[in-house]
């Protein structure tokens, strides 16, 4: 008699080929949503929860926000270039559109990664041979057009028609994207060391503007900083990539805009870990969670941890200050200065371009969910033997932080770490011998 197979034992082999199919079908799916997905495009896209627009849509309308500034209104302006980003996931899609007209207040870091976005869904469209328009108005001020030529998305979607010379005397533009190279030729610098000796040259440049230059120490130290600041975003971020961009235009537009104060605009960020992200994942026995991790015990004593300020937002405060790093060995390390420096240089830089005493000059660092706003309110101070910016009256870090300096995103989160920095320039040809120096005494900057 010939031996039956048992069948329970096929209905298993049936429901076991039926979960391979469905996962393959899902796989499937997910790909035909997202056919060409680079990195830019997944962190763009993870901004965020919000959903992309109708998925049967042909053309998507977007007003951009009237404060359309990642230093003044990070946490709307984020969600708007994620909800931009996700319109890679229309597959019917035809045609976006940009309406820039009611925008009073934008700045260099949010027209970049606009651009960004935009040009990456339009590059997954033509990865899949389809064709997507992106069109829009310009906003009426010429400055602010001029901006959305030189590095937004005009630049971005290089438009025929559009563009502009970088290189007219009134623009000072830089534009550096870099990554660790693998092959070195004998006597040629990296990428690395070319952007921070191409970047210091673009600084003085634009302080030439206002008949300033950089003296010698400052140049130095300017080169040291922008290393550490490159190299702590290749070592920690985990993505080795990382974007440098400067603007300014000093061209008089004839518009609505008569303020004889130009600002130079400065924007460094990388995609990949928060600066939260590299302190959660130490190891409790390593130096530096055992440096680290006693504010959070002194928060936690205190009852500061709320919704509105977390552990991942302290981390984030502290890994600005002097010698604290996820990095550090021993008590004889000396990381954690690249980023402390570049603020102090920039507050040092923002004094010697005051107007009429007034400090216009703004910075702000977004990392993770957590964003860092300096209005020269708060500065870096040394106390018992290390730099440090608490954002409180006794620059303790055991302390809470004033909430309208260091806030917690609602809607959206940056899937890294940026630093956005703006500060005014007056024309002034005549002080030609006038220079823009760094004040603190010398220091030892190793990375």
Request: aromatic share 10%; glycine share 6%; proline share 2%.
């Given at each position: 008699?010939?031996?039956?197979?048992?069948?329970?034992?096929?209905?298993?082999?049936?429901?076991?080929?039926?979960?391979?199919?469905?996962?393959?079908?899902?796989?499937?799916?997910?790909?035909?949503?997202?056919p060409f997905q680079n990195r830019k495009i997944k962190y763009l896209c993870s901004i965020s929860n919000r959903h992309a627009n109708d998925k049967y849509s042909?053309?998507?309308?977007?007003?951009?926000?009237?404060?359309?500034?990642?230093?003044?209104?990070p946490d709307e302006t984020l969600s708007f270039i994620n909800q931009v980003a996700k319109?890679?996931?229309?597959?019917?899609?035809?045609?976006?559109?940009?309406?820039?007209?009611?925008?009073?207040?934008?700045?260099?870091?949010?027209?970049?990664?606009?651009?960004?976005?935009?040009?990456e869904v339009k590059l997954a469209a033509a990865n899949r041979n389809r064709e997507i328009r992106i069109v829009g108005h310009y906003p009426s001020s010429e400055r602010k057009k001029q901006?959305?030529?030189?590095?937004?998305?005009?630049?971005?979607?290089?438009?025929?028609?559009?563009?502009?010379?970088?290189?007219?005397?009134?623009?000072?533009?830089?534009?550096?994207?870099?990554?660790?190279?693998?092959?070195?030729?004998?006597?040629?610098?990296?990428?690395?060391?070319?952007?921070?000796?191409?970047?210091?040259?673009?600084?003085?440049a634009c302080v030439s503007h206002m008949g300033k230059k950089l003296t010698t120490a400052a140049v130095e130290s300017l080169t040291t900083y922008m290393g550490e600041v490159i190299g702590n975003a290749e070592d920690h971020s985990g993505e080795s990539r990382?974007?440098?961009?400067?603007?300014?235009?000093?061209?008089?537009?004839?518009?609505?805009?008569?303020?004889?104060?130009?600002?130079?605009?400065?924007?460094?960020?990388?995609?990949?870990?928060?600066f939260s992200d590299t302190f959660t994942e130490l190891d409790e026995e390593s130096f530096s969670f055992k440096v680290a991790h006693p504010y959070v015990k002194a928060h936690e004593k205190k009852g500061f941890f709320n919704s509105r300020w977390t552990v991942e937002d302290l981390f984030t405060l502290v890994a600005l200050q002097g010698n604290i790093s996820s990095k550090l060995k021993d008590q004889n390390s000396d990381r954690g200065r690249g980023t402390v420096d570049l603020i102090e240089f920039f507050q040092n830089v923002a004094i010697e371009c005051e107007?009429?005493?007034?400090?216009?000059?703004?910075?702000?660092?977004?990392?993770?969910?957590?964003?860092?706003?300096?209005?020269?309110?708060?500065?870096?101070?040394?106390?018992?033997?290390?730099?440090?910016?608490?954002f409180n009256n006794d620059n303790d870090l055991k302390q809470q932080p004033d909430r309208n300096y260091i806030k917690r995103l609602k809607q959206s989160t940056f899937p890294g770490a940026l630093i956005a920095i703006r500060f005014p320039l007056e024309s002034n040809k005549e002080s030609l011998e006038d220079s823009v120096d760094n004040p603190p005494a010398e220091q030892d900057n190793g990375n």
């Open positions: 008699m010939k031996k039956t197979k048992d069948p329970i034992f096929l209905l298993e082999k049936r429901t076991e080929r039926h979960q391979k199919r469905k996962k393959i079908r899902a796989k499937s799916d997910t790909e035909k949503k997202l042909e053309k998507a309308d977007f007003t951009v926000p009237r404060n359309f500034s990642l230093i003044e209104n319109t890679i996931t229309l597959p019917h899609l035809k045609t976006i559109y940009f309406d820039h007209r009611d925008v009073i207040n934008h700045d260099l870091g949010a027209e970049l990664l606009l651009g960004f976005a935009a040009s901006l959305i030529k030189a590095l937004g998305v005009v630049k971005r979607l290089d438009l025929d028609g559009h563009r502009i010379d970088t290189g007219e005397e009134s623009l000072e533009v830089f534009d550096f994207e870099g990554a660790p190279e693998t092959v070195y030729r004998s006597g040629s610098e990296d990428r690395k060391n070319r952007c921070v000796r191409k970047f210091v040259e673009h600084i003085n990382w974007y440098v961009y400067g603007y300014l235009d000093e061209g008089n537009h004839n518009d609505e805009d008569t303020s004889e104060v130009h600002f130079c605009e400065i924007v460094i960020f990388n995609f990949g870990k928060t107007k009429n005493g007034e400090n216009l000059s703004r910075m702000s660092i977004i990392s993770g969910k957590t964003t860092i706003f300096f209005d020269g309110k708060y500065r870096i101070e040394e106390k018992d033997g290390m730099e440090v910016i608490a």
